[in-house]
């Protein structure tokens, strides 16, 4: 199994990013997967969930009507659009097959 994010950068606040997470190794379609970020000196967070067809989502308070999560099974890949960035969502992100396995992460820095 792998997983590998990419698409962080250094972007202004206001400004917006999209991450992408390749998976392989599995079929992907039928997993539920996740976006995860973990700044400097706190704790890995949930950020986003889809279930396996991405007809479900759900989304950490914090991110709420700015991140949208997708996926598209015909490629094997999740997305994390990330739209109004604020320096608080500096951090790096993961991609995560739940309950076992991540990515290498992937660093969004927000700072003007």
């Known amino acids: 199994v792998q997983l590998v994010e990419s698409g962080g950068g250094l972007v202004q606040p206001g400004g917006s990013l999209r991450l992408s997470c390749a998976a392989s190794?599995?079929?992907?379609?039928?997993?539920?997967m996740s976006w995860y970020r973990q700044a400097p000196g706190k704790e890995r967070e949930l950020v986003a969930h889809?279930?396996?067809?991405?007809?479900?989502?759900n989304y950490a308070d914090s991110v709420k009507g700015r991140f949208t999560i997708s996926r598209d099974n015909a490629k094997n890949t999740v997305y994390l659009q990330m739209n109004s960035l604020k320096p608080e969502d500096t951090a790096v992100y993961y991609c995560?097959?739940?309950?076992?396995?991540w990515g290498q992460g992937t660093q969004v820095t927000v700072s003007s």
């Open positions: 995560r097959r739940p309950s076992d396995y």
């Open positions: 190794g599995f079929t992907f379609r039928w997993y539920a």
């Open positions: 889809i279930n396996s067809a991405g007809g479900s989502t």
